[in-house]
Every structure is written in C-alpha cells, then in structure tokens.
Nanobody, 124 residues
Framework: DVQLQASGGGLVQAGGSLRLSCAASGFPFDDYAIGWFRQAPGKEREGVSYRSSVGSTTYYAGSVKGRFTISRDNAKNTVYLQMGSLKPEDTAVYLC?????????????????WGQGTQVTVSS
C-alpha cells in the first residue's frame, strides 16, 4: 500500500523554526515528485512546496519563499520541509502527497496519494 506520513510538527513561537519529515513507503520513491500542502481551519488546502523525484527542481508558494526549504533523501524515502522565520499565519495542518510523476506539478489535483498531516502552531 502507498503510505506517506508527515511528522515533526509542534508549537513554536513566531520567528522560530521547525523541520517536517514525510516518510513514504509502498512505491518506488525516486520515481515520484512530492509536495507539501497545508490547511488552516476554515481555509482551503494550499500548496506550500514541491520537489522533483530526482535533481533539484523545486517550487514554493510566494508566502513561504525564502523562509522554507524542501529537500529529499531518496535513500531514506523521506522528504523534508525546513521552515524558518515562522509566522502565526503559517499555523495549519501540514500534509505531504505524491505526485503523478517525476516532475513536480503545482496543481493540487495532480497529487493523488496523501498522508496524515502534522499540526504546526505558531504563537505570536
């Protein structure tokens, strides 16, 4: 079975940092792009960052560009999201998802396998 599990969330003060991990199993990890998304209460799910299966093609939402960094370790079947200079508006459940292929799309509907999320709360 395809599985993705996000972890590493928590409570942090504004200006702080967190590193999220997305551990994947059940499919050839280095064949697929992975995306990070977030959903705050009462808001639609939004894309945060995406990374290609190999190489270093990455995309970031404008709201996180310069503050967040996505990386992956294919040997560990894991994608990371390093988050810095956190703001209260970054508070959300963060989820990772597998894309349709190796290139990272910025279209949410092209991510078809979703993991459980991890809560990130940023206090002011």
């Amino acid at each position: 079975d395809v599985q993705l599990q996000a972890s590493g969330g928590g409570l942090v003060q504004a200006g702080g940092s967190l590193r999220l991990s997305c551990a994947a199993s059940g499919f050839p990890f280095d064949d697929y792009a992975i995306g990070w998304f977030r959903q705050a209460p009462g808001k639609e799910r939004e894309g945060v960052s995406y990374r290609s299966s190999v190489g270093s093609t990455t995309y970031y939402a404008g709201s996180v560009k310069g503050r967040f960094t996505i990386s992956r370790d294919n040997a560990k079947n894991t994608v990371y999201l390093q988050m810095g200079s956190l703001k209260p508006e970054d508070t959300a459940v963060y989820l990772c998802a597998r894309g349709l292929g190796s290139h990272p799309s910025t279209e949410r509907q092209e991510y078809t396998a979703w993991g459980q999320g991890t809560q990130v709360t940023v206090s002011s």
